[in-house]
């Protein structure tokens, strides 16, 4: 079992910078691959990025290339969303996920992951 945790969401103006933090528990949580999900109001929850359980490998949507970097602590049992150039349309209700298995790599399917946290809300104003 793995409990997850986010925090670090917020409001900001467009163009500013926001640091997400994932906490999990759980002993498996440094072999686990790590993603993030966010669902804005009326849409579909999509995929953002993803990190390998080594952190070797990450992966990106399109929409946040360049902008977000995925990064993990496993000594800490934490993974960060770093994400800069915040655009209005960043803002969704964010969601970390761990993947039940062991030595995953970046996965950027949602059904990959088993465990989700309850999501932190950012909100990007123009």
């Known amino acids: 079992q793995v409990l997850l945790v986010e925090s670090g969401g917020g409001s900001v103006q467009a163009g500013g910078s926001l640091r997400l933090a994932c906490a999990g528990s759980?002993?498996?949580?440094?072999?686990?691959?790590m993603g993030w999900f966010r669902q804005a109001p009326g849409k579909e929850r999509e995929f953002v990025a993803a990190?390998?359980?080594?952190?070797?490998?990450?992966n990106y949507a399109d929409s946040v290339k360049g902008r977000f970097t995925i990064s993990r602590d496993n000594a800490k049992n934490t993974v960060f969303l770093q994400m800069n150039s915040l655009k209005p349309e960043d803002t969704a209700v964010y969601y970390c996920?761990?993947?039940?298995?062991?030595?995953?790599?970046?996965?950027?399917?949602?059904?990959?992951?088993?465990?989700w946290g309850q999501g932190t809300q950012v909100t990007v104003s123009s």
């Open positions: 990190i390998s359980w080594s952190g070797a490998t990450t």
């Open positions: 759980g002993r498996t949580f440094s072999r686990a691959a």
């Open positions: 996920a761990a993947d039940g298995l062991s030595y995953g790599g970046a996965h950027i399917q949602a059904s990959n992951y088993d465990y």
